[in-house]
């Protein structure tokens, strides 16, 4: 009765037109009210605990590297850098967004700052090429939704504050995962860019490509650094942000020189705001969770899918059916932070391992952003791409089913993300 009364006054709030994040606590509120609980000291209380995490000083610290690395010039630099490589092939500026994709993913965990910056560089670029744009904006969505699954992520952060998994693990168990989506999307884009008819780049002397990579290397030190500095524990995934954003500062301000006085607090700003947003979720969600777990909710759920609870396989399918079924009406971080704390008590009895959880559940939350009518980055591409969104929509299909099928191997083969994470032990 409990997990009916939340979800349908989560579903009723949300349509109402209330924000994600007082729809979650009015959820809560609902939930109190009817086992008679309710105490305003409690909603206070749970959702300063939400806030008041350390583990989430991360968050702004993330977001901010992203806005230096875009506004500093290093985002360019990898754009450049993969078009000197893979540029010159059929289909190339498509391989370009691809691998410039995976390169920003492990600078930026923000899918939405990404997408941005890639759509903003290589749309106009595909465009005057001959490319189709929805097709062009689509794969740029794609390629921005692997930020989320390589470290380092966002997404990961408030995953293993939200279900207590060691970010450290989860960050490098995302490493293969995310590789694996660049690779199904270079095979989608392989069949789709023989049946476009368009231009072929000349190909980039080996002279100017060292001079590229020169350029660019300030930039791919970055995950070098991070992943280096969490695998042999020089510092944790908290203070990786404050080193990636000192670093992406320090180049854009010293090495490129692209960034000035005015750039940064630009870049302040947007981060400030940014993270309101994911703070105060964070905040008001802990009122939702903790009245989850008093009116044992996941129980309830878990009865639900007691018949399932026998075949590990078929229980993940069924949750990640919910969550992309979920990814389609709400954002990324609300489902993360509405299905954490009803899963996790499912996936422990299961014996299934939280951090391939974690790494899937992340996945299939990240294919949310690409799925209208919601999906932000879809939004997000169709708005700086300058194509309609019902056009957008039309250009993803080949590589939203790329994904797709990849998360389904997931889900059959575990070992795609346990054994390459024993690799980082």
Known sequence: MTALVFIASLLCLIVGGLPIAFALMFAGVALMLLTGQFDAQIV?????????NFVLMAVPFFILAGEFMNAGGLSKRIVDMAGAFVGHLRGGLGYVAIFAGILLASLSGSAVADTAALAAILVPMMR????????????????????????????????GVAANVSITRLFLAGIVPGILMGAVLVAAWWLVARRQRVAVSPRVSWGRRLRLLAQGGWALMLPVIIIGGLRFGIFTPT?????????????????YRELDG?????????????????????????VASYMITITDISGQVGEWLQGLSSHPTVLMAAMMIVVFLAGMVLDFIPIVLIFTPVFMPIVLAADIDPVYFGVV????????????????????????????LAQAARGILPFLLALLALLVLLILFPALVTAPAQWWR
């Open 44 to 52: 206070v209380q749970n959702a300063i605990a939400g806030a008041d």
């Open 128 to 159: 005057q090429a001959g490319y189709d744009p929805a097709r062009s904006c689509g794969l740029m969505a794609a390629g921005g939704i692997i930020a989320p699954v390589i470290p380092p992520s966002i997404g990961f952060l408030i995953f």
């Open 239 to 255: 203070e990786s942000a404050v080193v990636a954003a000192a670093y992406a500062l320090f180049v854009g301000l010293v090495v």
């Open 262 to 286: 005015r750039k940064i607090y630009d870049c302040l700003l947007s981060t400030a705001s940014t993270t309101a947003v994911v703070l105060l979720l964070a905040a008001l969600a802990m």
């Open 361 to 388: 559940f992340i996945m299939n939350c990240s294919i949310g952003m690409i799925t209208p009518p919601v999906g932000v980055v879809l939004n997000v591409v169709s708005s700086v791409g300058k194509v309609s």
